[in-house]
DNA sequence: TTTAACATTAACGTTAACGTGAAGTATGTA
DNA sequence: TACATACTTCACGTTAACGTTAATGTTAAA
């Protein structure tokens, strides 16, 4: 049996399906956040594995992590030290930003907690001045 | 009885109190996410409420919320309309926001397992590679 | 009342994360 | 083979959110 066949996809295909610009994507690269196979004529592409590392990299950003702290995050995929040595530090900052997503669970609940204060304030100010 | 004398706090003091910059403080103002009185000689000076916005404004921007957002989500300052109009302002954008988090939870919960499900790949390689 | 410790405004500087071409070349698809 | 895409490199532009510096005013304490 041959090895199946992954769905491989161009810089702009995934850049569509994913909202972003191919700029944004070879920019990632740059930072040293992706890198994908490349075509005999250097042209890259891109497999399931890089697509979900790139909405991983989106998640991050939505959450306001900036590359930098994505990279800690994920794993560099340059600067190759023992892939052992790899590993664990990515072991090591991914330990570190479940805490950090730990806490940040706890600080949206308190945050949709003084929403929903500040939102039952309002309400009532709104129905006490319409009923003057 | 005087009016219960509030608390007050000057510029620095809130700055070092928030582990943040004078000059932030000021830039939120800029912005008009808060407008603190002045003393007489145009000092600024800073209350309770003024101390849990600024607290508002933190935590927002740790969740990567541009300080527009974070506008929206507890109401400009500046601009008044009609103060009933402005509360059903704050109310539809507070809404809006309120949805965002519910929905950022759900993205943290993603999140969360993602980097659990990393780090267990992470984990089984580090052992087969030390035991083999 | 002087002085040290803050504050104020104004303006320019900085960094991250791209956007926007340009220019010339290579690749892949109908 | 035509034509859309992609590549690289380069460089300049942009926006948000402050940092920094300068020149001046205010305030609390001694």
């Known amino acids: 049996m041959p090895p199946a066949p992954e769905p491989l996809f161009t810089i702009s295909h995934l850049a569509r399906e994913l909202g972003i610009t191919p700029r ?8 040293g ?6 075509t005999l004529g250097r042209q890259r592409v891109y497999g399931k594995r890089d697509r979900a590392r790139l909405k991983l990299i989106l998640r991050g950003r939505r959450f306001g992590y900036s590359l930098e702290e994505i990279a800690e995050m994920i794993g560099h995929t340059d600067e190759a030290v023992t892939e052992a040595e790899q590993i664990r530090q990515s072991l090591r900052f991914g330990e570190r930003k479940l805490q950090d997503i730990r806490a940040r669970m ?6 949709e907690q003084e929403l929903v204060a500040v939102r039952d304030r309002l309400r ?3 129905t006490d001045i319409e009923t003057k």
């Open 124 to 126: 009532q100010r709104l």
């Open 24 to 31: 944004s994507i070879r920019y990632y690269e740059e930072r």
């Open 33 to 38: 956040l992706i890198a994908p196979q490349r």
């Open 106 to 111: 706890e600080e949206l609940n308190q945050m």
